[in-house]
């Protein structure tokens, strides 16, 4: 698997929930996740999936790159990473390669891999999120990057991680008939566990103290409704329950000490900056108040938590389509940030919270079949692949 993870966690954390569902339901795979994430060594990772760190790049709020540690020309780092890329497949030699969200990879670093592993007859996908961006932005930009003839020239499959209902993802883009027949929507990936992982230790909220959980994913671009929240409680000291705020371990430090302190003087604040076993957090709130990303998403919808969507529209509109979308389907409640962020507004908004309907009141089939859909998927990829070897028999574990 192949992630660029220039920024945030969206990328990686959806790869590794693949990876473990794979592994899970085939005892004789093993994943191999190439990956450009600074933090990727804080996840676990499930017995026979493994990581290859690629060095790391950061979008820059211009929409350039830049090396993150490395003083190094962005295009010698580019040439680093494409290289680790094709010889780590060169030599791992996979019977799968799944490429997550751009199709040539990073400034095209993964095209020479994906020439290789066609010649060798090693079935591709693309896997996609459900929304990209909005139809125009994302047509202007994949015909400046050149991107569509690659679903055509290198891709077996396309899997669409959520519905139709909520996005095509693809939408403006111009593909012909053959493209469009390879794309399949799974359903979104249904996130497990927290009931067995401890809470960390807080010093505001005790594991029986019902929250609501404030999270912006990695936190790099998630100041504003950070602000927004603390600035809520601080006018509005009787607000009815807690807040715990995760800031993400790609916040700026500063702003990170700034929220902090604000949240050290409220009784009913806590501000933590990152917990790898996030899903105990999700677990265990009674609501959430997020920007809306693909994997809190699938986490609001798998925990079945009412929820607070404040969604951003720069750089991209991802986050505005999918929250618009699921609002309109009764799944989530939505509020925009209307850049003068009224506390009262916001407190009006998390008082109202917990009265909000549970997704699960909503009936939408196939919502959450993301793994299912994704091992049926993976499985015809691998049959047909040893089909062409004539070894069809040797797959095992295969319903």
């Not at 591709?124 to 932005?137: A, E, F, Q, S």
Request: glycine content about 8%; aromatic content about 8%; charged content about 25%.
């Amino acid at each position: 698997m192949y992630s660029h993870d220039s920024f945030g966690l969206g990328h990686l954390r959806r790869c590794r929930e693949i990876a473990h569902t794979l592994v899970e339901e085939h005892k004789n795979l093993s994943v191999l996740i190439l990956s450009g994430s600074p933090i990727i060594g804080s996840f676990g990772f499930k017995a026979r999936v493994d990581f290859v760190r690629i060095p790391g790049v950061i979008k820059l709020r211009n929409g350039d790159y830049t090396s993150l540690n490395l003083h190094i020309d962005i295009e010698q780092t580019l040439s680093i990473r494409s290289s680790i890329i094709k010889h780590t497949a060169e030599f791992y030699d996979p019977d799968l390669f799944i490429v997550d969200k751009e199709p040539l990879g990073l400034r095209g670093e993964v095209e020479d891999t994906l020439r290789l592993l066609k010649s060798r007859g090693t079935p591709c996908v693309l896997g996609l999120r459900d929304v990209m961006d909005d139809p125009d932005l994302l047509s202007n930009e994949w015909e400046r990057k050149n991107t569509a003839p690659a679903l055509s020239e290198y891709y077996d499959d396309i899997w669409v991680y959520g519905l139709p209902q909520i996005c095509d993802p693809l939408d403006g883009i111009d593909l012909p008939p053959s493209v469009q027949r390879k794309m399949t929507y799974t359903g979104y990936l249904r996130r497990t566990g927290g009931n067995d992982v401890p809470m960390p230790v807080l010093e505001k909220i005790d594991e029986e103290t019902p929250y609501l959980l404030v999270t912006v994913g990695g936190g790099g671009d998630g100041e504003e409704i950070i602000d927004w929240v603390l600035s809520a409680y601080e006018s509005d000291p009787d607000l009815p329950y807690p807040a715990l705020i995760a800031l993400g371990p790609f916040m700026n430090s500063d702003l990170q000490h700034d929220f902090q302190v604000r949240a050290s003087k409220l009784p009913n604040v806590e501000a933590i900056t990152f917990n790898a076993q996030f899903e105990s957090l999700v677990d265990r709130a009674i609501g959430i108040v997020g920007m809306g990303g693909y994997n809190t998403f699938c986490e609001i919808l798998s925990y079945d938590k009412r929820a607070l969507i404040v969604p951003r529209t720069v750089p991209r509109m991802e986050q505005y389509i999918r929250a618009s979308r699921a609002q309109e389907l009764g799944l989530v409640c939505m509020l925009e940030n209307d850049g003068k962020r009224d506390p009262q507004k916001m407190a009006t908004a998390l008082r109202n919270l917990p009265q909000q309907h549970l997704p699960s009141d909503v009936v939408v089939p196939g919502l959450l079949d993301g793994q299912k859909n994704v091992i049926k998927l993976a499985d015809n990829c691998f049959k047909a692949k040893l089909s062409k070897l004539g070894l069809i028999d040797k797959l095992s574990n295969t319903n």
